[in-house]
Structures are given as C-alpha cells and as structure tokens.
C-alpha cells in the first residue's frame, strides 16, 4: 500500500483565494483525520470522520473551513477565503480503530502558505 | 487545555546513552497511548504504543513506561542512535461517553531529540 497520499506538498496562495487540499487514506481504513502543525498550537486535530461521516468538527477554527469525505477513498478540507494565519503544515492520517487502539497514519503533510 | 503535555521542547544525548522522553497528561479517561516521530518535511510516523492496563511496553531499543496513578509514560531510547534524532510526539486516545473510539489522538507539544556521534 502507498500509504496516506496528501496533496499538493506544497501551497502558496494570496491571501482571499480557496485552497482545497486532498487526501487518500490508505484502503481498508475507515477513519480519517485532518490534523494542522503549527509552531504555537503543535499538532492540533481539525475534524474527522468514520465510515465517511463527520463525527466530530469542533477543531475547525473557523466557518472558512469545511472538510468533505464524499467516498472511502478521497477526503478534501477548504478554506475559502484563506488568510495568511492559515499558514500551517497540514496532515491526513486514517487509521482502523480496532476497539480504538490502532495507531494513525499520517501522510507526508501540506505546507501552506498563504501571502 | 493542554491534555497531554511534554514539557521538555528538546533533549542532547550521546550517541550509546539512553534517551528518555517524557509525557504527562490530565484526562484520567485516556486509555491507550502512543509516541510518534516525525523527521522534516514528513508525517509523524508510529513508533510504540501501551494501554492502560499495561505497565510497560518494549520493542527493541524502544520501551514505554505507563505510571496510571501519576499520569505519566516515558519513551527509552537504548542505545540511542544518531538516526533517531528527530521530534517525538506523545500522543493519547479515549473513548467517549458511549464507550466508542474512532482512534482520535490528542498530541503533546513534541520534544526534538538530537543524537551527537
């Protein structure tokens, strides 16, 4: 398996612009995360989902941010419009809770800029 | 709220020594936990777990140690190698009200170890 694949890498945008970053969760894994890095906050979970549901979005800092998982295979988190606080490394990681004591997988992260 | 909190930004150690890494949290109803590392530019990758009926955990030079009543794990590094320089994250899951997990992971701040030849 290839594992978690974000994109894009890398993201520089102005400051107004949407931004939609994706994610692929590694097959067979049925919950997803979107986590944001931050030198201030570290590691801070944004939303995420099991079996393609939301359950829990309390960690969007903002209505400018939206997440969607529309299949099991393809999750996207937007800003629109996005600010220069935005600016963040952006992670994906899914994981098969099995009795909720299966470790996370990450993808390699979004680093986002926003000018 | 800082759940779960390491409250060393970072850690020098000679290559050969121990490395000790440490975690304390708050949430009394946390029941499994796991450290991470991360090197640049990539994701935190899985390094160790225990559950909080386990009192310790160990996969080669890697153990964790669980103290339940003072709400503490540690991470040993033995012996400690110049490639296990990188930023090690404690991170914790618990269930909900209802009993379920979906695997979510509450992160400490991280504490960059580095490893001198």
């Known amino acids: 398996d290839a594992g978690v694949i974000q994109s894009p890498r890398h993201e520089v945008t102005e400051m107004g612009q949407e931004v939609t970053l994706r994610c692929k969760p590694i097959?067979?894994?049925?919950?997803l995360f979107w986590y944001r890095q931050t030198m201030m906050r570290g590691l801070e979970l944004l939303i995420y989902?099991?079996?393609?549901?939301?359950?829990?979005d309390s960690g969007m800092p903002e209505d400018r941010f939206s997440a969607k998982m529309p299949n099991a295979s393809f999750s996207t988190l937007k800003i629109q419009p996005s600010e220069p606080r935005d600016s963040a490394v952006y992670f994906c990681?899914?994981?098969?809770?099995?009795?909720?004591?299966?470790?996370?997988?990450f993808g390699q992260g979004t680093r986002l800029t926003v000018v | 709220d800082q759940q779960v909190k390491q409250n060393s930004p970072s850690l020098s150690v000679q290559e050969g020594r121990i490395s000790i890494l440490n975690c304390d949290y708050t949430?009394?109803?946390?029941?499994?936990f796991l450290w991470y590392k991360k090197y640049p530019a990539e994701g935190p990758t899985f390094l160790i777990s225990?559950?909080?009926?386990?009192d310790k955990n160990e996969d080669g030079r890697f153990t964790v140690f669980l103290n339940k009543s003072a709400k503490h794990l540690s991470l040993h590094i033995v012996p400690s190698q110049p490639g296990d320089s990188a930023v090690y994250f404690c991170?914790?899951?618990?269930?909900?009200?209802?009993?379920?997990?979906?695997?979510?992971?509450?992160f400490g701040q991280g504490t960059i170890l580095t490893v001198h030849p």
């Open positions: 990681a899914s994981s098969l809770p099995n009795g909720g004591n299966t470790e996370a997988f």
């Open positions: 989902f099991n079996n393609n549901v939301p359950i829990d």
């Open positions: 097959s067979g894994h049925n919950s």
């Open positions: 225990i559950s909080s009926i386990k």
């Open positions: 991170a914790a899951i618990r269930r909900d009200a209802g009993g379920t997990s979906y695997g979510k992971l509450t």
């Open positions: 949430n009394s109803m946390f029941d499994y």
